[in-house]
């Protein structure tokens, strides 16, 4: 059993900044390759933040300079600093995680935090 756990959502002025954190727990078989979606409200899921080969980054365009990935892999962790948030950027954060647990990969879903900017 594989368990991903955010925290750090909230309610922020605009311009306002959170950080959101991720934990994955269970029964990992080895490190974990995780990354950051949202949701908006009547909108599609769509990816923020991931890492690509080795400590690469890459972001959704709308959050390029303004948002932050990053991971502490002894703590099968992952954060994403979020600044200068705009009311745009409301919407349901969940970290997504490709893990191996019990010798195959899956795909593994956060319960989603709500951050909500207002104008």
């Known amino acids: 059993q594989v368990q991903l756990v955010e925290s750090g959502g909230g309610l922020v002025q605009t311009g306002g900044s959170l950080r959101l954190s991720c934990a994955a727990s269970?029964?990992?078989?080895?490190?974990?390759?995780m990354d950051w979606f949202r949701q908006a409200p009547g909108k599609e899921r769509q990816l923020v933040a991931e890492?690509?080969?080795?400590?690469?980054?890459k972001y959704l365009r709308s959050v390029q300079g303004r948002f932050t990935i990053s991971r502490d892999a002894t703590k099968n962790m992952i954060y994403l600093q979020m600044n200068n948030l705009k009311p745009e950027d409301t919407a349901v954060y969940f970290c997504h995680g490709w893990i191996n647990s019990g010798g195959h990969h899956s795909h593994y879903w956060g319960q989603g935090t709500q951050v909500t900017v207002s104008s």
């Open positions: 890492f690509r080969l080795g400590d690469e980054t």
């Open positions: 269970g029964s990992l078989a080895s490190s974990v390759d």
